[in-house]
């Protein structure tokens, strides 16, 4: 079982910044993929950016050149540093994350999410 703690959702202005947290915590072997999910009000949730344990990154194209994922696999955390942030970007952003256990099964997980709100 993995569970996963998201922080630094906060209110901020349009063009401003935030960097978000997820710490992965219980027992398991390893974390493959972990990501970035958001979900706005009204609207289905959707991938905003992945990045492998070799630190390979994919991200939408709305978010290209603003938002950068990061990870420490030592302490099996991964981040969002959100820069030029527009009111686009508000939603409920989820942490997940792809963990093998040790009898080599992998499994899917999330976060409860962290609130973005972006205001203009």
């Known amino acids: 079982q993995v569970q996963l703690v998201e922080s630094g959702g906060n209110l901020v202005q349009a063009g401003g910044s935030l960097r978000l947290s997820c710490a992965a915590s219980g027992t398991f072997f390893n974390i493959n993929t972990m990501a970035w999910y958001r979900q706005a009000p009204g609207k289905q949730r959707e991938l905003v950016t992945t990045?492998?344990?070799?630190?390979?990154?994919n991200y939408a194209m709305s978010v290209k050149g603003r938002l950068t994922i990061s990870r420490d696999n030592a302490t099996n955390a991964v981040y969002l540093q959100m820069n030029s942030l527009e009111p686009e970007d508000t939603a409920i952003y989820y942490c997940?994350?792809?963990?093998?256990?040790?009898?080599?099964?992998?499994?899917?997980?999330w976060g409860q999410g962290t609130q973005v709100t972006v205001s203009s």
């Open positions: 990045i492998t344990r070799d630190g390979a990154t």
């Open positions: 997940y994350c792809e963990a093998r256990d040790f009898d080599n099964w992998v499994r899917n997980y």
